[in-house]
């Protein structure tokens, strides 16, 4: 089903080379964080609704008005860790929006993940002028990213750090995705929700390559690989990420979320519990249905909605 609402890039839109400009060193210091819960842009499901139906919205002929993205976000540490070492960050005037889940064990996950979302959008930032297609600047960001990650896990007390990373970028009226690791993409559309990336983890590959199904992955004795990733940020000097791209239009919603949330809610229980609530409540419920069913995990979600461009 998945195909309904994202490809991934073919070779030729797949990006290449990286802008010629040079990123400044990407600072320590993250826009946004665990403990910071920025404020959403009001927008209740009448209202959704309402806008994506409009007679402007559906008239035959006229063409899609441009997208803006309302975005909500927060991070709890959940019911069981003593530190979060989840972080986010994006920038709306930018349109680039980031979760990762940082690895290291002690602060160094946080410093990971903390680092990762500031290489990103710095990078992306500085890439804005150069006329490069955004999937090459986010190609370019998430290899900065890896590369500040791993200069910074050479240091004794940070070594084997990592994270995972996902994120979206703004593309007109598409949003191109990067993953790297198990952090995850959703898209919500028509009561419907539909993982958009691919989990870089042991189990995934088991499914890719035959060994296990998706119906009897969940009963499978993994012996505790079940959890071990086998892509992330910074663990080696190069990273492979996934690139995908996925057509906006008004009243779809594009949730990020790290496993914290993943792991506890299936697919149709994020849909409906999306359906039953309104934007700035949406991340909050998740969260607490992760809490309730256990929490072992820092939880992270970041919810965007598509809405049309209103002038002022």
Not at 28 to 51: H, K, R, V, Y
Not at 154 to 182: C, F, H, S, Y
Not at 203 to 224: C, H, P, V
């Amino acid at each position: 089903m998945t195909e309904e609402f994202t490809k991934e890039l073919s070779p030729s839109e797949a990006p290449t080379t990286p802008p010629s400009e040079s990123a400044p060193p990407p600072s320590a210091e993250p826009q946004a964080g665990p403990e910071s819960t920025p404020a959403p842009l009001s927008s209740d499901p009448a209202f959704i609704e309402q806008q994506a139906s409009s007679p402007a919205a559906s008239a035959a002929g006229v063409v899609s008005p441009p997208i803006r993205i309302a975005v909500s976000a927060l991070s709890d540490i959940g019911c069981v860790r003593t530190n979060n070492e989840d972080f986010f960050g994006y920038d709306e005037s930018l349109g680039i929006f980031i979760v990762c889940d940082g690895m290291g064990g002690m602060a160094s996950g946080e410093v990971a993940s903390s680092r990762a979302v500031a290489a990103i959008m710095k990078t992306f930032a500085f890439s804005a002028a150069s006329g490069a297609p955004v999937s090459t600047r986010l190609l370019h960001a998430i290899n900065t990213a890896n590369l500040d990650v791993w200069e910074n896990a050479q240091v004794p007390e940070n070594k084997g750090m990592g994270t995972t990373a996902v994120v979206a970028a703004l593309d007109g009226d598409k949003l191109i995705l990067g993953n790297v690791g198990d952090s995850r993409a959703y898209i919500v559309q028509g009561g419907q929700c539909v993982q958009l990336t691919v989990d870089h983890s042991y189990i995934n590959e088991l499914i890719r390559n035959g060994t296990l199904t998706i119906e009897n992955a969940k009963d499978a004795d993994l012996r505790g690989m079940e959890s071990v990733i086998t892509r992330a940020v910074g663990v080696a000097a190069d990273v492979q990420p996934d690139f995908f791209s996925v057509d906006l239009k008004p009243g779809t919603a594009v949730l990020l979320a790290t496993d914290g949330l993943t792991r506890y809610l299936l697919q149709e229980e994020i849909a409906a519990i999306l359906a039953a609530s309104t934007f700035e409540s949406a991340c909050a419920n998740l969260i607490d249905v992760a809490k309730q069913r256990g929490g072992q995990d820092n939880i992270t979600c970041i919810l965007l909605l598509a809405l049309p461009l209103v002038d002022k």
